[in-house]
């Protein structure tokens, strides 16, 4: 896609920057919305149009980070934020940006970053959306008789999911210290699990691009038992704190290309906004299963890449 392209001296690439700025703005409502920051659709769309991997994931990382403070901002005001617990998790998430950050710089001197990541890529989306819809259904199946004996009682349906159980067991894993989340409704939980979940998090943030938010939101919702509206505008408020380490750690090892993303941030602010103000329009288990057909996509766009060879 050539039409009124601008060259990019950092990464080298032309560029429409009515692709980036579209772009931006389809990313920042799915942002806003899922509480994630579409790095599976922002790092292949970036590939897809010639810019070499190390320079998506930074890219994106810079990003990721003025959607967010729109998007965490009005998500705050609509009480979706949890700030005990993204401040917790920030610390985890540091730690593992800066484990994936080192992973592409091993890549990129071996020169096969782009073949090992979007090989990685199509593989965790993939798995996501896959487990995402089938827990999303089954969850949607248990809800129906419980939904419709809430409505003749006059109460709203819980946010649940078809994995209590597990959020359970996990509550209960007795690591020294146990803190409480009363925001997200969380009597006990083991400090290190919060942890664990976020570093976890940070790697693919810091390997794939973005906050991912993709793999942290499912765990803060089936591991932690946060309820998905909490999970999403504390994921984005905890974005800012680690998408902006992740981005000074690759920005020092010349991975971000901060023209490409000043662009692509001027539609995300605005598409950020709306997507946080449409969460309150849906229950959380609706919301999940939205979210199963957009890791997909970046699939399908790093597929058509890595078999043509070609830019979109």
Known sequence: MIFLAMHFPISGTDISPIYLVVIGF??????????VGVSFIAG?????????WNFAVGTDLAHIVGKSVVAAKRHRALGNVDLRLGLIMALGTVGGAECGAQLIELLKRRGNVDLVVSIVSICIYFSISAFMIWESWKTFRQQKARGERNLQKGRAAKDETSFEGV???VQAIPLWPMISLPTSGVKSISLWVIILVSFIGGIFSGFLGGGAGYIRMPMMVYLLGVPTHLAVGTDLFEIIISASYGTFSHAIKGNVDIMVALVMNTGAAIGAQIGAILTQYFAGPKIR?????LPLIGVAI??????????V
């Open 167 to 169: 959020t359970r067991a």
């Open 26 to 35: 389809l990313i920042g409502i799915m942002g806003g919305f899922f509480g």
């Open 302 to 311: 790093v597929v058509y890449t890595l078999i043509t060879g070609e830019k």
């Open 289 to 293: 299963l939205l979210f199963v057909p």
């Open 44 to 52: 292949p769309a970036l590939r897809a149009i010639g810019i070499h």
